[in-house]
């Protein structure tokens, strides 16, 4: 399924190619995806200016001038190809199933065999009130220091675990459950810790540690970025450099002596050093 990191490596291949150009051609090889896809998508954004590309969790925000917004998510199985401009493009695959042409000939498709991914198109200004937007909580990537005291306040008013919170995307949005195993071990908090336990300063640290493991995993998207741009190749994505994650009753690589424990929180996996994570 992608994750983050993979969503946000997908906005930023998109940025170079789509911001300041419009669309030529829309064409929709099914009527739906997870959701039936928007009425004449193409007679809506033809030739209007796309002035931003976005990520909010998972959804994929592209920006037009005109007011709208098309809201993407990739699902389990989605997958976006970006081709530049060519006398050769690749001939659709049976689920390649809806594919933009931008005014200067860069094609990109949108393929998801399992089709639980799906588009939206909605007026920019009402994005905010719409569900699932109007209840995302923190953006788990970038600078924290300003909303460390307001997430710990977050925090404060439950008596979660630390690691069921993380997973709650009315907490924290779109982290997932390998980088919410990451970021604790890397934090050294307990993944049992209540919510509102953690002091001030351990906040800080989870919130840059949260940070630090999804940029690690785009930088070692470069690999993926290529899959996104060339329509070919896997995604193994990050997982070589797991330090906790799916390895229970291995030593754990920062205190060389413990085997990391695996339990069942909220029915997810999680993976975490008894002796390091407190
Ligand atoms: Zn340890």
């Excluded at 719409?130 to 997430?151: I, K, T």
């Excluded at 390998?178 to 001030?200: D, G, H, V």
């Amino acid at each position: 399924m992608p994750e983050l990191p993979e969503v946000e490596t997908v906005c930023r291949a998109l940025r170079p190619v789509l911001e300041g150009r419009s669309l030529a051609k829309v064409q929709c090889n099914r009527p739906d995806l997870r959701y039936p896809l928007p009425t004449d998508m193409e007679g809506e954004l033809k030739g209007h200016i796309i002035t931003g590309i976005r990520r909010r969790a998972k959804y994929i925000l592209i920006d037009f001038n005109h007011g709208l917004t098309l809201i993407g998510h990739l699902g389990m199985s989605g997958r976006v190809l970006i081709e530049p401009p060519s006398l050769f493009y690749m001939k659709p695959g049976p689920h390649d199933h809806v594919i933009f042409m931008t005014s200067h000939q860069y094609k990109i498709t949108l393929r998801d065999p399992r089709r639980f991914g799906f588009l939206l198109l909605k007026p920019t200004h009402h994005l905010e009130n719409l569900h699932p937007f109007c209840s995302l909580g923190f953006e788990p990537l970038g600078d924290h220091s300003l909303v460390a005291s307001r997430f710990q306040a977050v925090l404060k008013t439950r008596a979660v675990s630390i690691k069921s919170a993380l997973l709650n995307q009315a907490i924290i949005a779109g982290l997932g459950n390998i980088y919410a195993c990451e970021a604790l071990w890397q934090a050294k908090i307990s993944p049992l810790r209540l919510t509102n336990t953690l002091t001030l300063e351990e906040t800080k640290v989870l919130l840059k540690e949260i940070d630090d493991v999804l940029t690690r995993a785009i930088d070692a998207g470069g690999s993926t970025l290529r899959d996104h741009v060339q329509p070919n190749g896997n995604t193994g994505y990050f997982q070589h450099s797991l330090k906790a994650y799916n390895r229970a009753n291995q030593p754990c690589v920062r205190c060389k002596v413990t085997l990391l424990t695996k339990i069942i929180q909220s029915s997810r996996a999680t993976y975490y050093c008894r002796e390091c994570q407190q």
